[in-house]
């Protein structure tokens, strides 16, 4: 039986990756942060069937010891100060997460055990403003938030450790995926939940900022098959992970007030609160790589995505949670 440690299990990708490993029969350890108010809603339903220890990122001490005592064939590393906003708010905590956190981790591989197989979360955000449409794994990075050049330094001090100490560290650059499971201040799942409200008469209007950005959406849980996959090779190598279509953040709304059969335009605010200090550009993946090497594909549709949250949170809201 493979044993595969997972930082981050309680955020939404962690969750759904361990539905994945569970189901191939692994055994699933994962990291989380003491805190006094402990979140566990999204591995609720699998707490009897992963074993959970307490190491934090700011402490290299703590990560030595996680990984002595479990010894992983695997290790994803998914922990990161993850919300975009927040990085702006909080740029040099974001920078000991999102960036130093991840040599903190690689380190204690390093020490440990060269021999496990390592999975960095790196992101689209790192292309930031585009040098080309699509994005590829040769696409040059140019970040426009904290979060986002945090996440380069993640992607290239991972990238370093793999050709310095031949440990078998993949990198995958994953576009935005997005599920049911997705935290309520991320912008699809703001509005899925907004819909939700507004459906049920809990709400009367949802207050957003651009809505001309765009992204590249997908599910979330075909992008941990993805994660998954990267480490079955015979070599490690860093793959672009996304849907290969763009939608605005219109769009989005536009699909999701459809599904409740709601005119969004009576509901939708705009709030200049919710912009951000620098935008990114049209982000979208070249996932090509993936497909060839991997055998790696989307299987849920952006329509079937807006679907799947919205009907959701209208379910949630109405069991009063």
Same mark, same amino acid.
């Given at each position: 039986?493979?044993? +595969?440690?997972?930082?981050?299990?309680?955020? #939404?990708?962690?969750?759904?990756? +361990?539905?994945?490993?569970?189901?191939?029969?692994?055994?699933? !350890?994962?990291?989380?942060?003491?805190?006094?108010?402990?979140?566990?809603?999204? *591995?609720? !339903?699998?707490?009897?069937?992963?074993?959970?220890? #307490?190491?934090?990122?700011?402490?290299?001490?703590?990560?030595?010891?996680?990984?002595?005592?479990?010894? /992983?064939?695997?290790?994803?590393?998914?922990?990161?100060?993850?919300?975009?906003?927040?990085?702006?708010?909080?740029?040099?905590?974001?920078?000991?997460?999102?960036?130093?956190?991840?040599?903190?981790?690689? %380190?204690?591989?390093?020490?440990?055990?060269?021999?496990?197989?390592?999975? #960095?979360?790196? &992101? &689209? =955000?790192?292309?930031?403003?585009?040098?080309?449409?699509?994005?590829? %794994?040769?696409?040059?990075?140019?970040?426009?938030? /904290?979060?986002?050049? @945090?996440?380069?330094?993640?992607?290239?001090?991972?990238?370093?450790?793999?050709?310095?100490?031949?440990?078998? +560290?993949?990198?995958? *650059?994953?576009?935005?995926? =997005?599920?049911?499971?997705?935290?309520?201040?991320?912008?699809?799942?703001?509005?899925?939940?907004?819909? @939700?409200? *507004?459906?049920?008469?809990?709400?009367? %209007?949802?207050?957003?900022?651009?809505?001309?950005?765009?992204?590249?959406?997908?599910?979330?849980?075909?992008?941990? #098959?993805?994660?998954?996959?990267?480490?079955?090779?015979?070599?490690?190598?860093?793959?672009?992970?996304?849907?290969?279509?763009? !939608?605005?953040?219109?769009?989005?709304?536009?699909?999701?007030?459809?599904?409740?059969?709601?005119?969004?335009?009576?509901?939708?605010?705009?709030? =200049?609160?919710?912009?951000? /200090?620098?935008?990114?550009?049209?982000?979208?993946?070249?996932?090509?790589?993936?497909?060839?090497?991997?055998?790696?594909?989307?299987?849920?549709?952006?329509?079937?995505?807006? %679907? $799947? $949250?919205?009907?959701?949170? *209208?379910?949630?809201?109405?069991?009063?949670?």
């Amino acid at each position: 039986m493979k044993k +595969a440690l997972i930082t981050g299990i309680t955020g #939404q990708d962690g969750s759904y990756l +361990a539905d994945l490993l569970l189901d191939k029969g692994y055994e699933v !350890h994962g990291m989380v942060r003491r805190s006094s108010t402990e979140n566990f809603e999204r *591995i609720a !339903h699998i707490t009897d069937r992963v074993t959970l220890h #307490q190491a934090d990122l700011l402490d290299e001490l703590s990560l030595i010891n996680l990984v002595k005592l479990v010894r /992983p064939d695997e290790l994803y590393n998914l922990a990161a100060m993850s919300f975009v906003p927040t990085s702006w708010v909080q740029p040099v905590l974001t920078g000991e997460f999102t960036a130093i956190g991840v040599t903190r981790v690689l %380190e204690a591989v390093r020490l440990v055990d060269p021999d496990i197989r390592f999975y #960095q979360a790196s &992101s &689209s =955000e790192m292309f930031g403003k585009v040098r080309e449409i699509p994005q590829n %794994e040769k696409t040059p990075f140019h970040p426009r938030s /904290p979060y986002g050049v @945090a996440k380069v330094y993640g992607h290239m001090i991972t990238v370093n450790y793999r050709e310095s100490y031949n440990i078998f +560290a993949c990198a995958g *650059i994953l576009f935005n995926h =997005e599920s049911p499971r997705r935290g309520r201040e991320f912008v699809t799942r703001k509005i899925s939940d907004g819909v @939700a409200r *507004i459906k049920l008469g809990l709400s009367n %209007e949802l207050r957003l900022g651009n809505l001309d950005a765009e992204r590249d959406w997908g599910f979330a849980g075909d992008y941990v #098959q993805a994660m998954w996959l990267m480490l079955q090779q015979d070599e490690p190598d860093d793959f672009v992970i996304g849907a290969e279509k763009t !939608h605005s953040v219109r769009h989005f709304v536009e699909s999701a007030f459809a599904v409740a059969d709601l005119d969004w335009q009576k509901y939708v605010v705009a709030d =200049e609160r919710f912009l951000r /200090p620098a935008e990114v550009d049209s982000l979208i993946a070249d996932a090509s790589k993936a497909h060839k090497e991997l055998g790696w594909k989307a299987e849920v549709s952006f329509d079937q995505l807006v %679907e $799947m $949250m919205v009907k959701a949170d *209208i379910d949630r809201l109405k069991k009063g949670a």
